[in-house]
């Protein structure tokens, strides 16, 4: 063999009730000859982050077509996988075990594991081992942690577990008519003592969930552990999983659940407060481990369920006083999820006693998604495998691991609807990818979030002092020197109707970022608090869908200056508040930039125009001319006038604003203002001149004059 083949673990498509294909290790058939290997030849495979993960198998060629030209993929059956504790997603290492034939497998003890079966009488014992026999030679090659379900007894189907084979517990042989199997029977009525023995209380192959799975392994590692003079475990039994919709939360547990290192109750948010006391009361009375699992913690223990939250908290503050006491924590582990730690887990639980630590499940960044791709391993193109999964996880910012699922899945019919192939068997393509990418959207950026209309820089005459300095402030390059750092936030103020809003729109086109767009007054509400939650609510989206745009039109709503009163008296001074704190980076921003308008500069409390908010103010004048000609030209365009005199237009319309042309535009052709001769065409530039002269400016002198004095104030020129 030439070197070790590395390759990540998928399920067996071949896999059958029977076991027939349980011990094949399948890889693509060209990479098994390119590897000097023949089929049916005994390999070892072996976690490559834990070599102590090793066990035989036999190699074989797999036969489904998704595997075509796939060389990065190992498929193993579920009996295997389980055996062997190896995750799907998890990179090992095959490699050639030196054995010539697979051995005949001579001793294979197993045991019976059928929960609540009566022992196996005299009279049923000869008719129970020939099924077994049966069973055995089906499945053909038996290895240790192989599963017999459905075992035909005497009015009872049994399961039976291969407990070792030929005296070893890692090892793979063939069955023969020369093999002797003996099982250890369970107890009649208790079937507890037949159950494969206890897993261990640890998680690991999840893509994009390194740091999360090393802080819960951190919190796992202190069970089973007597803590000796001066060495003081953490006396909580229990740990919060929080993350947004899609994150993977309940997959986390269900992976806690399936570690077998314990018996399993889950909490349901319809039990009643005397059903978790019961849960409680077991767990910490029965002498096997537990896993108390919580998988709504708002439905649970929420504001209108005090009874059920003072359950849970007292059986948490039992098991601390039992691991105070003990120095060693009770077989009982405890684990909940929410979205939000702070706002949906009680105050009283958030103490060292009960839920005081909690480890969050945060969007996946770009490796993370690159990573989360390749474990599905989609059937793209071979030649362009790593190139897809690389563009595919750079372009999907803000999307779960749920997300990209569903968009695999997406690409899959798309590519399935291109080919007119139900069977999937065609390599999907990026145009494929494309299409999916334009049907599932990321689940952070439901709800709040606003598509703006596609706005590009040159649709927006002039302003050329206004687009480069945002341009220059969102190209965050990393050519930049490393001392470097952008500004977190940039304030356009300016007369109203002077394209601020268009320009927002232009940011969320040209810079690719994920956007949040409000108005002040929609994060207004008249009950205490809800008004800063919004708020806070609206970052974190944002921290999660990082690269991200969050603008604030008419910001002056929620921020006026608080010695003013105004907008911001009374509850909206905590309003404003929050907002500053979250600019001000008490919680890291990251990648996330705010962008905010208002006509009303001055109305606007000082704090929030300091260095580290708004870094940058930028002032968003009247249209010059060349800007009037832009906006003229694309009304005219749009509303397909006769031929214009447009930049006499634009000298015409001086002084007015840009919403302003774009109304005189509008309503210059309407019926009732229209010149038009009913033998021909109306006269464009006399019936714009006549709507210029019928329409007043609504920017005067007085305003202007206004925002010259304030800027003078701020040494803005």
Request: glycine share 8%.
């Amino acid at each position: 063999m030439k070197k070790p083949i590395e390759a990540k673990v998928r399920l067996s498509t071949q896999e059958l009730p029977n076991q027939k294909h349980a011990a094949k290790v399948f890889l693509n058939g060209t990479l098994i000859l390119e590897n000097g290997l023949q089929a049916g030849q005994v390999v070892y495979i072996e976690s490559t982050n834990d070599p102590k993960k090793r066990r035989e198998g036999i190699v074989w060629p797999s036969t489904d077509k998704n595997l075509a030209g796939n060389k990065s993929v190992v498929q193993l059956s579920r009996a295997l996988r389980e055996a062997t504790h190896l995750e799907l997603g998890e990179v090992i290492r095959v490699s050639d075990a030196g054995k010539p034939s697979v051995p005949d497998a001579l001793d294979v003890v197993i045991r019976d594991v059928t929960p609540d079966a009566p022992v196996i009488s005299d009279a049923e014992r000869k008719f129970v081992a020939y099924n077994v026999e049966c069973a055995l030679e089906t499945a053909e090659f038996v290895f240790p942690g192989l599963n017999l379900d459905k075992v035909l007894g005497k009015g009872v189907k049994r399961s039976f577990i291969v407990e070792s084979v030929n005296g070893s517990g890692t090892n793979v042989a063939k069955y023969c008519t020369d093999t002797r199997a003996q099982w250890l029977e369970a107890d009649a009525g208790n079937g507890d003592q037949a159950q494969p023995p206890p897993g261990r209380l640890e998680i690991s192959g999840i893509p994009g969930m390194a740091d999360a799975l090393d802080k819960l392994d951190d919190f796992f590692s202190d069970y089973d552990v007597k803590f000796s003079h001066g060495a003081f475990p953490h006396p909580s039994c229990g740990i919060v999983v929080q993350g947004s919709r899609g994150t993977g939360k309940s997959m986390l547990l269900n992976r806690i659940a399936d570690t077998r290192w314990g018996s399993v109750k889950r909490i349901k948010t319809t039990d009643k407060p005397q059903a978790i006391q019961e849960s409680f009361r077991n767990a910490i009375d029965d002498e096997k481990a537990t896993i108390i699992l919580i998988d709504d913690m708002r439905g649970v223990v929420g504001k209108d369920r005090p009874a059920a939250t003072d359950a849970v908290l007292n059986g948490l503050e039992e098991l601390a006083v039992l691991t105070i006491g003990n120095k060693k924590r009770p077989n009982v582990l405890v684990v909940g999820s929410c979205r939000n730690y702070l706002e949906d887990v009680p105050e009283g639980l958030q103490t060292r006693l009960a839920f005081g630590r909690h480890v969050t499940l945060t969007i996946p960044d770009a490796p993370a998604r690159k990573e989360i791709i390749r474990s599905y391993s989609p059937n793209f193109m071979p030649e362009h495998f790593d190139k897809y999964v690389s563009d595919l996880g750079d372009r999907t910012h803000a999307y779960t691991g749920s997300d990209l699922v569903d968009l695999l899945h997406s690409a899959f019919r798309a590519s399935q609807r291109r080919t007119r192939n139900r069977a999937g068997g065609e390599p999907i393509t990026w145009e494929d990818v494309q299409r999916a990418l334009q049907e599932i959207r990321p689940t952070a950026m439901h709800d709040i979030t606003l598509k703006p209309p596609t706005v590009r820089w040159n649709d927006i005459g002039g302003y050329q002092e206004v687009k480069t300095t945002l341009q220059q402030v969102l190209n965050r390059s990393t050519d930049m020197v490393v001392s470097w750092k952008p500004p977190k936030g940039v304030l356009m103020y300016g007369p109203p109707g002077c394209s601020k809003t268009m320009t927002a729109q232009a940011v969320a086109t040209e810079s690719g970022f994920n956007f949040f767009a409000v108005k002040g007054g929609e994060l207004l509400n008249m009950y205490v608090g809800e008004t800063e939650r919004s708020i806070r609510n609206l970052f974190q989206r944002a921290r999660e869908a990082s690269p991200s745009v969050i603008f604030f039109d008419e910001i002056d709503s929620i921020a006026g200056n608080r010695s003013g009163g105004g907008a911001t008296a009374g509850g909206g001074v905590q309003a404003l508040t929050t907002l500053l704190t979250e600019m001000d980076g008490f919680e890291e921003m990251g990648n996330v930039f705010v962008l905010a308008a208002t006509n009303k500069p001055d109305s606007l409390d000082p704090a929030l125009m300091r260095p580290g908010r708004f870094d940058e103010l930028i002032y968003v004048p009247l249209p010059d001319e060349q800007a009037r000609e832009a906006i003229i030209s694309r009304k005219a365009q749009e509303l397909r006038f006769p031929p214009l005199d447009i930049p006499e237009l634009a000298r015409r319309t001086h002084g007015y604003s840009g919403a302003e042309i774009s109304r005189i535009c509008d309503k210059a052709f309407m019926p009732v203002d229209s010149n038009a001769d009913t033998n021909g065409e109306p006269d464009g530039m006399a019936v714009l001149e006549r709507a210029i002269r019928r329409t007043p400016k609504g920017v005067t002198s007085e305003i202007l004059a206004h925002f010259t004095a304030w800027r003078l104030s701020r040494n803005e020129f």
